[in-house]
Every structure is written in C-alpha cells, then in structure tokens.
C-alpha cells in the first residue's frame, strides 16, 4: 500500500508538471494507483491511498488546506466511492475500464458542483460540462487501458472485497 501511495503521489506531482490547457484540468493519472489499490488489496485500502495520496500531493505541491486540496479530496473520495461500489458488485458489464471511466465522470461532476457551491456561484459555469467529460471519457479510458496493461504485468492475485 505504501508502494501505491507513493507511486500515486509521485504521478499527482508529475501530472502538476504537464503543461494543460487549463490550470483545473488533470489527467487523473494518479487514480491510477487507486484503482490498482482496489483491485490487488481492496476496498478499505483503495480510500486509505487516495487520502494519503491527495493529502501528500497537496503538501508537495503547496495546496494543503486550500481550495484545490478540498475539490482534490471531494473528488478523490467520490471516484473511490463509485470505483469501489461498481468493482465490487462483481463489475457486471464493466472492465477496469469502465471502472475508470465511472470514475473520472464522478470526480469531474463533484469537482464541478463543489466549485459551483463554494467559488463561482454562477449557472453559466455549467456550460463548460460537456468540455470536461469529454476530457473525462479520454483520461477515464487511458487510466483504465493503462491499469488493464499493469494488472496483466504485475502477475499478483486479484483480491475481491466485498465491502465498499
């Protein structure tokens, strides 16, 4: 688990580095190592990475208690909450794919209503949706092709959990 973290830490910090269109858009690469958390060591550990994660990444990144550490963590737990709830309900028609992709569309909707409800305040920033989950549907697709190619390289055995 601390490997997870630190990887996901590493991955929040390197993804601050990329030059993006927009300063609030991320490429999610660091639920990456929620989602392989969840699979390989289950439910209770996927939300322990993802709060250590984001709580680290906010302190390297200088954002610790500020309004970008807060959508983070609102986000982060969201996306947990439904990766878990649709990974454990034995996926049904979804692959870590589709995992993924629920759970980038979950961390950009919270992300999007809290800055409504905290920041903007104003209907029109709903307008911008459509633009972030479409970049949701992209890195939601990319974060779960990459998690399908290192869960084949990884070899360990799957655990299921069967709380979320």
Do not use: D
């Not at 690469?29 to 994660?53: D, H, K, P, S």
């Not at 979950?106 to 104003?122: D, E, M, P, R, S």
Request: net charge positive; hydrophobic share 55%; glycine share 10%.
């Amino acid at each position: 688990m601390a490997l997870m973290v630190a990887m996901g830490v590493i991955l929040h910090r390197l993804e601050a580095m990329l030059p993006l269109p927009t300063p609030w858009i991320k490429l999610g690469l660091a639920n990456l190592m929620t989602l392989m958390a969840l699979i390989y060591l289950g439910t209770q550990e996927a939300f322990i990475v993802t709060l250590v994660r984001v709580i680290l990444g906010s302190i390297l990144g200088g954002t610790f208690l500020g309004p970008t550490f807060f959508l983070s963590l609102a986000g982060g737990v969201a996306s947990t909450t439904i990766m878990c709830w649709i990974y454990n309900r034995g996926k049904g028609p979804f692959s870590l794919i589709g995992v993924s992709v629920c759970g980038a569309y979950t961390h950009t909707f919270v992300t999007a209503v809290c800055v409504y409800l905290f920041l903007i305040k104003q209907t029109s920033f709903f307008i911008l949706l459509p633009f972030f989950f479409s970049l949701a549907l992209i890195t939601g697709i990319f974060t779960g092709i990459t998690g399908n190619l290192l869960s084949r390289q990884m070899q360990l055995q799957l655990k299921y959990s069967k709380v979320c």
